[in-house]
């Protein structure tokens, strides 16, 4: 079963304005960390934004924010302001088992399957 | 700047060579990498986890001789693809999570990428 779905495969917008990409995931582990890759033509993975399960409040990172709803098990990334080198590929992942008994965290990562965003100018 | 390097960024070579890639951390040590795939337009899919000392624990249906992986050290870590062939043909990157206590919202830091290209 796909644990992260991103069932927007090609989202387009206008330059400066709003866009939110959605992200849904599935996971019975109550400690996991979700992340936002941007993910240029070039092919570099540039990290956007951190939630963590335990989090009390939405995680924001300049234009970026995360709309986290954990009843529904959604993450969905908002870009404001939208600028034209936003135009790229955009990952949701997923990592779960963040703890373990000594505290440290670097459990593998699940990736959704991509929204390609295009910003008109 | 980058805190992990991968190369070579575009390998083209001819159908049965074999092709190393490296994927160094440069200022944190990492007892894992992680090695994905990514065809074009598609998501990445983890091939491989490379552990550094131990034998990589590899994901269902991929080939541990075809996908040969080396963690010799606490910055380096090699797959390298035996005898490729044209479906071999892929992006491949590494990450490696900077490692610490309570560093769950560490992101994993990825290489650039190597665009592999098989004729």
């Known amino acids: 079963a796909q644990k992260i779905t991103q069932t927007q495969p090609g989202m387009f917008v206008q330059e400066k304005e709003a866009v939110t990409l959605d992200c849904t995931y599935d996971?019975?582990?109550?400690?996991?960390?979700l992340f936002w890759y941007k993910q240029p033509s070039s092919g570099e993975m540039i990290f956007l934004i951190y939630q963590g399960s335990y989090d009390q409040q939405n995680a924001t990172e300049g234009r970026y924010s995360l709309n986290f709803q954990k009843a529904r098990k959604s993450a969905n990334l908002v870009i404001s302001a939208s600028q034209l080198g936003d135009s790229a590929m955009y990952f949701c992942a997923m990592r779960e088992g963040i703890a373990n008994a000594g505290g440290t965290s670097y459990g593998k990562l699940t990736f959704g399957q991509g929204t390609i965003l295009t910003v008109h100018p | 700047g980058a805190v992990v390097s991968q190369h070579p960024s575009r390998v083209i070579c001819k159908s049965g060579t074999s092709v190393k890639i490296e994927c160094r951390s440069l200022d944190f040590q990492a007892t894992t990498m992680f090695w994905y795939r990514q065809f074009p337009k598609q998501s990445l899919m983890l091939m491989a986890t490379s552990n550094e000392g131990s034998k990589a624990t590899y994901e269902q249906g991929v080939e541990k001789d075809k996908f040969l992986i080396n963690h010799a050290s606490l910055t380096l870590s090699t797959l390298t693809v035996t005898s490729a062939h044209p479906e071999d043909s892929s992006f491949y990157i590494c990450s490696a999570p900077r490692e610490g206590v309570r560093g769950s919202n560490q992101p994993q830091h990825f290489g650039d990428g190597t665009r592999l290209s098989i004729l």
């Open positions: 996971t019975s582990d109550p400690s996991y960390g």
